[in-house]
Structures are given as structure tokens and as C-alpha cells.
């Protein structure tokens, strides 16, 4: 591409893109180079580098430390641009605490279906229980109508996930393209879930480039076979100074 770095916004999911899926989430592994290749592509884009996750913000920043990102957790609830840290508190969603106890005594009998409790999000995974899939998914859509209208079910790998309406990826990386330094700037969003689809559409509506991990149905333009393939790129990137991939790479 013929566009410098400054023109350029990057937007990076974590589970699945900037690190491999794992059967329990808190097993995840970063490759030890990954933080300060991020570090110095953040430099290298004038500070326009944001990591967005489904994950909360302390658990990112405990996986990248001594480093610190732009960074949007839990699809958005929570968000740190410049310093500046928005959180979401669990206390302001008491349905969803007592819906948090309840799926844990659904699914204790349910061996490999786990609970991960996100404090404003709750999470069921069943990677190490794939029959259990249709319960897992009946347990999400049963709580979800009992929670109402501010709540959701968001599908992702062997995962569903109940969150408030407001968050998505998409709404959050509009926010962020409205703050200095993304304001104005190409944007590229980086992602391999069912969770990162709406996104992709949002930098599709500005012109940006999505980019999918892995396998599926996708509206991204580009396609990577794998993160440690996407963490090859972004090295190059970081060290040689010219984006490694555009729409030829579909």
C-alpha cells in the first residue's frame, strides 16, 4: 500500500489473533516477543494501536505487562484511550450478579462447561465439553430472556456470551475513531470470531481493512491462516515500517 503509517489506525483483538484459542481461558499464552513488537508498532503509528477484546482490561494488562495499550475490554464496557480509564461497574447490573450464581448451579453437574464470570459479562464455554454444546447455548438464550432487552447473547468459538446491549466491538472502535490519535485515520481491524464480524463491518464502513484469522464466514477482506502467522506480520511491520498485508492478500 502506498499509504504511510500515519494514515493508519490498528485495532487488534486477543484470543484467537494475537494469541492461540486454549481449552480453558485462563490458560492463555503470549509469545514473550509479542508486547514490544506491539510497543513499537505503537511507535510506529504515532500511538494509533488499541487492543479490543471480550476479555476485562486487568486480565490484558496482566498478559502484557510491564506494556500498556489503548485498550477496550468487554466488547467495550470498558475502555483506557491516552491514560484515561472508563470501567464498567458490576455492582450496576445486580440481575446479571444473581444471574451469574444461577448459571454456575445449572451447569455444576455439567462436567467441562465452564462459567467465566467477567464481573458485567458472563461467559459459557464448552471447548472441553463439545456435546454439550446445545445445552450450553439453550442454558445462554434461556438467561438472556430472563434478563430482557438491556441484555444479549453474543456466539463466539465454543462460547456464548451474555453482555449488555451497548457493548460491541463495532460501537467501541467508532469511539475510538472519534478520539485523537485514530480521528481521521484509516482504520484496520484484526480478529477471527463471530465476535469480531460487526468490527470488521464498522471499518468496512470507513474504508478500513478487515482482516480475518483463521477459517469461517467472514465479511473481512483479508484472510490469515493463524496468529503466529499474524504476529510474523506484525513484527515486519513494526520493524520494516510497511503494512504486510492489503485486500491482494483475500
Known amino acids: 500500500m502506498d ?5 493508519f489506525a490498528l485495532f487488534l ?12 481461558p485462563d490458560a492463555v499464552a503470549v509469545d514473550p516477543a509479542l508486547p514490544k513488537v506491539l510497543t513499537d508498532l505503537q511507535e510506529r503509528l504515532g500511538g494509533a494501536l488499541a487492543i479490543i477484546s471480550g476479555r476485562p482490561i486487568a486480565f490484558l494488562d496482566g498478559r502484557l505487562a510491564p506494556h500498556e495499550f489503548d485498550i477496550a475490554g468487554l466488547h467495550g464496557l470498558e475502555q483506557r484511550i491516552a491514560g484515561r480509564l472508563s470501567m464498567c461497574d458490576p455492582d450496576e447490573h445486580p440481575v446479571l450478579r444473581d444471574m451469574v450464581e444461577r448459571l454456575k448451579q445449572i451447569v455444576a453437574g455439567k462436567e467441562g462447561v465452564l462459567i467465566e464470570d467477567k464481573g458485567c459479562s458472563v461467559a459459557i464455554h464448552w471447548r472441553l465439553a463439545p456435546h454439550e454444546k ?15 432487552h438491556d441484555y444479549r447473547v453474543q456466539h463466539g468459538k465454543a462460547v456464548a456470551e451474555i453482555l449488555p446491549s451497548a457493548a460491541g466491538k463495532g460501537k467501541v472502535i467508532e469511539r ?28 468496512n464502513a470507513h474504508g478500513g481493512l478487515s482482516v480475518r484469522i483463521g477459517g469461517g464466514e467472514t465479511i473481512a477482506k483479508v484472510r490469515l491462516g493463524t496468529p503466529a502467522e499474524l504476529r510474523r506480520c506484525l513484527s515486519a511491520w ?10 491482494g492478500n483475500s
Open 3 to 7: 499509504e504511510t503509517n500515519e494514515n
Open 13 to 24: 483483538d486477543f484470543d484467537g489473533t494475537l494469541v492461540d484459542i486454549v481449552e480453558r
Open 134 to 148: 446445545e445445552f450450553a447455548l439453550a442454558t445462554a438464550h434461556a438467561a438472556m430472556e430472563a434478563l430482557g
Open 176 to 203: 475510538f475513531l472519534h478520539e485523537a490519535p485514530y480521528r481521521g485515520r484509516r482504520p484496520i481491524f484484526i480478529g477471527d470470531d463471530l465476535t469480531d464480524e460487526n468490527g470488521f463491518k464498522a471499518v
Open 238 to 247: 513494526a520493524s520494516e515500517g510497511s503494512l504486510p498485508f492489503d485486500e
